[in-house]
């Protein structure tokens, strides 16, 4: 096998620079290379956009042998490996695309040695003929992309990753790192049971996305909402528009066609040729709106889309924060747009309850309840989405329209400890809904039965509405004094930070509940959503955009493979005037530099901002 130079020469961390031109590692990544490089086994959650690719692609380079990496979606396995090569990095990917001549070269040239990694599907990768090639190689690893989709609690669990776990007893000296940007606690330990790695490190990067900006609004006139949305951005933002019908998605790309948008309706009932088309033509930046089903999903590998629309619902926070997490992978600002309406939840617990497995049935109402809690929250959305996952923010956010926008707060001690303490009183073995009915005196036939109507919490809460008591449970949850039990019906339980609260030692401070969710106020913007404040200068951006999708163009490949939103952002506003500048440019590595340095260089350097 030929020994490929940066296995012997080079570290890491001059790998990151030289290969990738990244000038520093992210948190985490270092630790994670390093312990892979080792030939130790590794879980990684990192959030879209985190980095998590570099922590399987800089070990390949370095370990002897070649990098498996497991990917569910050809579309996305054909963008990574064009950004790995363009990088110089010999890539490839194997998968049923290829005609039997290419398919035959990249054989060859896995037996030769001349690939460093190579993308593969599962299914094709767990074929008992392709299992003996590689048993016949060196592996230097394999990466297990999207790793949630091997478990059963996953949101979007896959049968064909199931032979998967074979690997450990069929390569039991090659490392496995799997991967994924959302994953709760109980879907991770299903994960490294399932593909035999239950002693692997855990790294946990968290799930906090700070550049993108959580708004709710009432779904009112959505068609209208999302056109004042559009009409709000520059001309040139790319996003995607999500609804739960293939019906629906047609008609809102349509009538956003007929207002001038270059729009296109991406779902699994059109034939393949038009989705590779809509797919590609976004990747190109020839559309500037997809209006899609969740099947625009995974495949997406855009690091430049600046926002993400729901106009519908989504029937889970995992499939939410995932969706939401297409837009600004890039790390430049970027917006998640949720319109929210009452009408949407029943549609989609009727969905679920006509499904035919009740434990699911169960667990999946439990998800819809949670986002319907994100919809309805009171307080800082990215505390009430990073508190789903299990991880608490110190402070609010400042980027959402709860913080843009604060709702009326109350001096709410009193009203707590009527929850708290009722939630204490019916045992701690009820939901929210049965608790509500306690605390405002319900004569239904369930309060009476149980007893629940001699508790000394009955009726304590008969001056406030239902909706009212749900506000303030909610923001119970989601500020840590309650929790609710998955594994017993999503029952309320005190948390020991309900103690000095309930012991009158605290005083605490809700929000108002809003009857309805009100839309925020449009905060005001700076000349661009790309700035990110380093001084860009729009211009000369939008002049090394043309010349990039010139590039791009030329050589057949999107526009981000060539240099990535981020990348022109810091040219446009440090102007470098050689290549040694340049290449301190955060995303302009040897090969880049060698092969687009002088072309940018001489826009940037002939630049006339008077003309």
Not at 380 to 404: H, K, M, P, T
Not at 551 to 577: H, K, Q, Y
Request: aromatic letters at 8%; hydrophobic letters at 40%.
């Amino acid at each position: 096998m030929t020994e490929n130079p940066q296995r012997q020469k080079s570290t890491p961390l001059e790998t990151l620079i030289g290969v990738f031109g990244y000038p520093a590692f992210r948190p985490y990544q270092e630790g994670i290379i390093n312990s892979l490089i080792r030939g130790e086994d590794a879980f990684v959650l990192m959030p879209t956009g985190g980095g998590k690719s570099l922590c399987y692609q800089i070990p390949a380079l370095h370990r002897p042998g070649v990098g498996i990496v497991v990917s569910p979606l050809i579309s996305l396995m054909k963008d990574q490996v064009d950004a790995l090569r363009a990088n110089g990095v010999a890539a490839a990917f194997y998968n049923s695309t290829l005609g039997e001549r290419e398919a035959r070269r990249v054989l060859m040239e896995l037996h030769d040695g001349r690939i460093d990694l190579l993308y593969v599907a599962p299914e094709r990768l767990m074929g008992d003929a392709f299992l003996e090639r590689l048993a016949e190689l060196e592996i230097a690893l394999f990466a297990i992309d999207e790793a949630h989709c091997i478990s059963q609690w996953g949101h979007d669990f896959r049968p064909e990753y199931i032979q998967i776990s074979r690997l450990r007893r069929l390569f039991p000296g090659v490392p496995v790192i799997a991967l994924t940007a959302t994953a709760d606690h109980q879907t991770r330990e299903d994960i490294l049971i399932r593909l035999g790695i239950s002693r692997a490190a855990c790294h946990i990067t968290g799930f906090d996305r700070p550049n993108i900006r959580y708004t709710v609004e009432d779904k009112r006139k959505p068609f209208a909402q999302l056109l004042d949305f559009l009409r709000f951005r520059e001309p040139y933002d790319a996003g995607i528009v999500y609804a739960l019908s293939r019906k629906r998605v047609e008609e809102v790309a349509a009538r956003l066609s007929a207002e001038g948008f270059a729009a296109a309706p991406y779902h699994a009932g059109l034939p393949d040729r038009e989705r590779q088309r809509v797919q590609e033509a976004f990747q190109c930046d020839d559309l500037q709106v997809v209006v899609a089903t969740v099947a625009f999903g995974m495949g997406i590998d855009k690091p430049n889309v600046r926002f993400v629309v729901h106009y519908d619902l989504p029937k889970n926070i995992e499939s939410y924060y995932q969706e939401t997490g297409r837009a600004g992978r890039d790390g430049l600002p970027a917006e998640a747009l949720l319109l929210f309406g009452y009408g949407d939840i029943a549609i989609a617990r009727g969905l679920i309850e006509n499904g035919g497995n009740p434990e699911q049935n169960r667990i999946e109402l439990h998800k819809l309840n949670s986002m319907v809690g994100f919809a309805e929250a009171l307080i800082c959305r990215r505390r009430v989405l990073l508190g789903y996952f299990g991880e608490s923010l110190a402070e609010d956010c400042g980027n959402c329209d709860i913080c843009l926008n604060p709702p009326e707060r109350y001096e709410a001690t009193e009203d707590a400890r009527k929850a708290l303490s009722c939630v204490y009183r019916v045992g701690q073995r009820f939901g929210m809904g049965h608790v509500i009915d306690v605390l405002r005196g319900s004569r239904n036939e369930r309060v009476r039965e149980l007893g629940h109507d001699r508790l000394s919490t009955y009726g304590i809460g008969a001056t406030l509405g239902q909706e009212e008591w749900g506000g303030i449970i909610r923001q119970l949850v989601h500020l840590g004094y309650l929790e609710q039990d998955l594994a017993r019906y999503s029952v309320l339980r005190l948390t020991e930070t309900a103690r000095p609260l309930l012991r009158g030692e605290q005083t605490l401070i809700l929000a108002r509940p809003r009857i309805r969710p009100v839309s925020a106020k449009k905060p005001k913007r700076g000349s661009r959503p790309g700035d990110n404040g380093k001084g860009c200068n729009e211009m000369l951006f939008q002049a090394l955009r043309a010349l990039r999708k010139e590039i791009a163009n030329r050589e057949g490949v999107p526009p981000f493979v060539v240099f990535g939103d981020a990348t022109l952002t810091e040219m446009a506003a440090r102007r470098p005037v050689d290549a040694g500048e340049l290449l301190s440019v955060s995303g302009v590595g040897q090969h880049k530099l060698g092969k687009y340095g002088a072309e940018f260089l001489r826009v940037i350097t002939g630049f006339d901002e008077s003309a």
